[in-house]
C-alpha cells in the first residue's frame, strides 16, 4: 500500500530565504506526482505537476523534483515571501488507477 | 481553474437529516472525486467516478452515496447526517494527468 509522508509537518523561515519541502512515497511505481497549495479555509491550488519520466518541473520561483528510485520529491521555494505562506501538500498518482495518495502537508510560514 | 462550483459553501444541519453537496465543472473532465478533509487525516476519498453513471468507492464510503447522472455534475449524499460527518468537502477533476480542486464546502453536523 502506497504512503506518503511529507517532513516537516510545520516550518517558520524568515523572509527572503530559500527553503526545500519533502514528499517522501513508498512504492516507486508512481504515475506522476502533483504538489498543492493550500491557504486557510480556502481550495487547493495546483502547483506543479512531475510525470514518472521527468526529473524536475519549474515555475517561477518554484522547483520540484522527483527521483523515483529513492521514492522522494522536494519542492524548492526560492526567496520566499509572506505570501508563500500556506499549507503545501504533495499527491502521488499510481500507474494503476486514477487515485491520488495524499501527504498530510507541511504548513509553511513566512515570517516579514 | 477548470471551472469546478462547489454548492453550497457552507451548511449547518441536524443530526439525522439528509444533505447533499454539489459539484458542477464546465470543463468536461471525464474523472471526478469527492474528498473529506479533517485535521489529523489530511484529504481521504470518498467516492470518485469515471465517467457518467460510473462511480467507485473510496477509502471512507460509508455513509455516502454520490450519482453523476451528467459529466458535469457529481453530487454527494448524505443519507443521515451524522457528527462525525462534519469536515470540509472538496470536489476535484482529472483531466489528462492533473487534478483540479473547488473551494470546498464546510458542513457542521450539530
Known amino acids: 500500500k502506497q504512503e506518503v509522508t511529507q517532513i516537516p509537518a510545520a516550518l517558520s523561515v524568515p523572509e527572503g530565504e530559500n527553503l526545500v519541502l519533502n514528499c517522501s512515497f513508498t512504492d516507486s511505481a508512481i504515475y506522476n506526482l502533483q504538489w498543492f497549495r493550500q491557504d486557510p479555509g480556502k481550495g487547493l491550488t495546483s502547483l506543479l505537476l512531475i510525470q514518472s519520466s521527468q526529473r524536475e518541473q519549474t515555475s517561477g520561483r518554484l522547483n520540484a523534483s522527483l527521483d523515483k528510485s529513492s521514492g522522494r520529491s522536494t519542492l524548492y521555494i526560492a526567496a520566499s515571501q509572506p505570501g508563500d505562506s500556506a499549507t503545501y501538500l504533495c499527491?502521488?498518482?499510481?500507474?494503476?488507477?486514477?487515485?491520488?495518495?495524499w501527504g498530510a502537508g507541511t504548513k509553511l510560514i513566512i515570517k516579514p | 481553474d477548470a471551472g469546478i462550483t462547489q454548492s453550497p459553501r457552507h451548511k449547518v444541519t441536524e443530526t439525522g437529516t439528509p444533505v447533499t453537496l454539489r459539484c458542477h465543472q464546465t470543463e468536461n473532465h471525464r474523472y471526478m472525486y469527492w474528498y473529506r478533509q479533517d485535521p489529523g487525516h489530511g484529504l481521504r476519498l470518498i467516492h470518485y467516478?469515471?465517467?457518467?453513471?460510473?462511480?467507485d468507492k473510496g477509502e471512507v464510503s460509508d455513509g455516502y452515496s454520490v450519482s453523476r447522472s451528467k459529466t458535469e455534475d457529481f453530487l454527494l449524499t448524505l443519507e443521515s447526517a451524522t457528527s462525525s460527518q462534519t469536515s470540509v468537502y472538496f470536489c476535484a477533476t482529472l483531466q489528462n494527468t492533473e487534478a483540479f480542486f473547488g473551494q470546498g464546502t464546510r458542513l457542521t453536523v450539530v
Open positions: 499527491a502521488v498518482r499510481h500507474d494503476s488507477n486514477y487515485q491520488l495518495i
Open positions: 467516478s469515471y465517467g457518467v453513471k460510473d462511480t
